[in-house]
């Protein structure tokens, strides 16, 4: 069964950085696509960035100029790099994959962020 395990997530300042992992097993679809959601307590999942199989990214305007998503394919890991952190970024994020139309099949357990002002 294919599983996704994040770790990364921390405590820190507004304007602070951090680099969330995701590692991935079991996961062999030639096309696919890979991305990263958060939840804030109280609040409904929003997606925050998407990686297809080509390398194509999609953000959401909320982060658009703050985090970057890559992945390795040699390490079979995915990143989101998030600098410039607010206090609004503060949620659960998860890691998901799936086809290449972006159709989450597999959800990773979430890291925790918090960013203080």
């Known amino acids: 069964q294919v599983q996704l395990v994040e770790s990364g997530g921390d405590s820190v300042q507004a304007g602070g950085s951090l680099r969330l992992s995701c590692a991935a097993s079991?996961?062999?679809?030639?096309?696919?696509?890979m991305g990263w959601f958060r939840q804030a307590a109280g609040a409904e999942r929003e997606e925050v960035a998407y990686?297809?199989?080509?390398?194509?990214?999609k953000y959401a305007d909320s982060v658009k100029g703050r985090f970057t998503i890559s992945k390795d394919n040699a390490k079979n890991s995915l990143y989101l790099q998030m600098n410039s952190l607010k206090p609004e970024d503060t949620a659960m994020y998860y890691c998901?994959?799936?086809?290449?139309?972006?159709?989450?099949?597999?959800w990773g357990q979430g890291t925790q962020v918090t960013v203080s002002s």
């Open positions: 998901a994959a799936g086809d290449y139309r972006c159709r989450m099949n597999y």
């Open positions: 990686i297809d199989s080509d390398g194509t990214t």
């Open positions: 079991r996961f062999t679809y030639s096309r696919y696509c």
